[in-house]
């Protein structure tokens, strides 16, 4: 995200504008462009596809919403814009806030260590959510499972 601050003219509040931020507010799951438009169809049933992504967009331009793009997978929407990390199942690609900081510790350090000006950095965590782990272990007969799961995975059903 860029974080320059300028004076951007304010970005007006349209009924579908409010919904849209709303709705990605009202959902921790992070939603993609199609699940909040499926959601916000509830309030405004005859919204496009197309301002969906238009407004989903330029919110997450604005600073009022976050995009987040994860492991390749298609774009999600976040209502938190404060500086948080996530982690996906590898199994079923939900993906959920992980409530730590590293931040600029991180930053300085990478600075240290390469020379660069760093802007920014990117955290995915990747792993087995709490469903999927006891799917498996319900499902488990002495298949070997070795370990974690690497980033780079692809994403299992929708
Ligand atoms: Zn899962
Ligand atoms: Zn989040």
């Known amino acids: 995200m ?27 799951t992070h939603p993609t462009a199609d699940e909040v438009y499926r959601l916000v169809r509830r309030r405004l049933p005859h919204i496009s596809l197309g301002t969906v992504y238009r407004n989903l967009e330029l919110l997450a331009e604005r600073g009022l919403l976050r995009k987040i793009e994860f492991g390749g997978g298609q774009m999600r ?23 730590i900081t590293a931040g600029s510790r991180l930053e300085r350090s990478a600075e240290r260590a390469t020379g660069y000006e760093i802007q920014g950095h990117r955290v995915e965590f990747v792993g087995l959510c709490g469903q999927c782990r006891t799917a498996r272990s319900r499902g488990r007969k002495g298949r070997a499972s070795s370990g974690t799961k690497r980033a780079g995975t692809k994403r299992g059903c929708a």
Not at 3 to 24: I, N
Not at 89 to 96: E, F, H, P, V
């Open 77 to 99: 929407f976040d209502g938190r814009t404060d500086q948080h990390y996530h982690v996906q199942c590898t199994k079923c690609g939900r993906l959920d806030d992980v409530a």
């Open 2 to 28: 860029k974080k320059d601050g300028g004076e951007t003219p304010k970005l007006r509040m349209t009924r579908q504008r409010r919904a849209l931020l709303e709705t990605v507010e009202a959902h921790p």
